[in-house]
């Protein structure tokens, strides 16, 4: 089935009449872009994210835009013509909706949800680990393998932080320790020290679906709940869940964002056992020297920095 992408181009005063003329229509399902939107969001997220992609950035400035899809047949066609026909109208009666431009693109029906998985590979990370997709099959070749169906959550072993924890992993796990993994998103860390030979391991994550995908990623591996324990919450905010955590980590990994990190670093100490390691990662590269003041500050000292494309981590106790 081909489908028809159309675009309405319009002002920020635009956005309401344009969604409310589709309507009419019987034209629903619509994607809205919009630059205030986009700002708002940045502005109110801030702890989830450093840096802004420049094409992102230069994409959504001035956009507002109104996406919707119809079918390519003749009721689709007749359906765009009966938008053409109410769009001239509405740039008559509201000419602070201008632009109004109308644009089609057509797009072949696809599998998007699955289509990913053709560019995610088994990799070999680090001196003994290998991350195998879960439909694919592959050779660990003696190599620890760590079978994963990422869904939609963070967490593959592509991204460079994801490795640079990894590696570490495989090189401090030790038999009969116990693992904190702050910001779990697939499990890939938690599940990876599992199979590294730790004891236990206590994983959570702010978005529930992590929850459901690390205990899937946990039994793909033949890793058990009795090991494993995976939690949605947040530790700053969340004594409950502290509690439930509790103390007498041997390593807690914390794979998130900077300010993030810099928040945790004076509340992970008291989940941890007398020499036990914080490694953290998510950092991006203008960002390294102020969270390695805040570890500092908070009493860790810094042993072990790992640098890839652009992003930091940072081994402590």
């Not at 391991?201 to 591996?221: P, R």
């Not at 810099?262 to 969270?291: H, K, Q, T, W, Y």
């Amino acid at each position: 089935m081909k489908w028809l992408a159309l675009h309405i181009d319009t002002s920020p005063a635009g956005l309401e009449p344009v969604e409310t003329m589709l309507s009419s229509l019987g034209i629903d399902g619509l994607v809205i872009e919009d630059e205030n939107d986009f700002r708002q969001f940045l502005e109110q997220n801030k702890q989830y994210w450093d840096y802004v992609d420049e094409e992102l950035d230069r994409s959504m400035s001035g956009k507002c835009r109104v996406t919707f899809y119809l079918e390519e047949n003749e009721q689709g066609f007749a359906l765009m013509a009966a938008v053409r026909i109410a769009l001239a109208q509405l740039k008559k009666e509201r000419p602070a909706c201008a632009p109004l431009l109308l644009s089609v693109d057509g797009i072949e029906d696809a599998d998007w949800e699955n289509n990913w998985k053709a560019f995610y590979k088994p990799m070999e990370i680090g001196e003994r680990l290998i991350v195998i997709p879960d439909w694919e099959e592959a050779d660990p070749g003696g190599r620890v393998a760590l079978r994963l169906n990422p869904g939609l959550a963070f967490g593959t072993g592509s991204h460079a932080t994801t490795r640079l924890c990894l590696t570490a992993l495989e090189r401090h796990v030790r038999p009969g320790m116990r693992v904190l993994d702050l910001g779990c998103g697939s499990g890939i860390l938690s599940i990876a020290a599992l199979l590294l030979g730790a004891a236990s391991a206590f994983a959570c994550d702010i978005d529930e679906k992590a929850v459901d995908i690390a205990y899937e990623n946990a039994a793909l591996n033949g890793v058990g709940r009795d090991r494993y324990t995976v939690r949605a919450g947040d530790v700053l905010s969340d004594p409950a869940l502290r509690r439930e955590m509790g103390g007498g980590a041997d390593i807690v990994a914390a794979n998130i964002v900077s300010d993030v990190i810099i928040a945790l670093a004076p509340a992970v100490r008291p989940l941890m056992n007398p020499g036990a390691v914080f490694l953290c990662s998510g950092i991006i590269d203008g960002r390294a020297e102020e969270v390695r003041g805040a570890l500092e500050a908070s009493g860790f000292t810094v042993e072990e920095t790992g640098r890839s494309e652009g992003w930091f981590s940072f081994l402590c106790r």
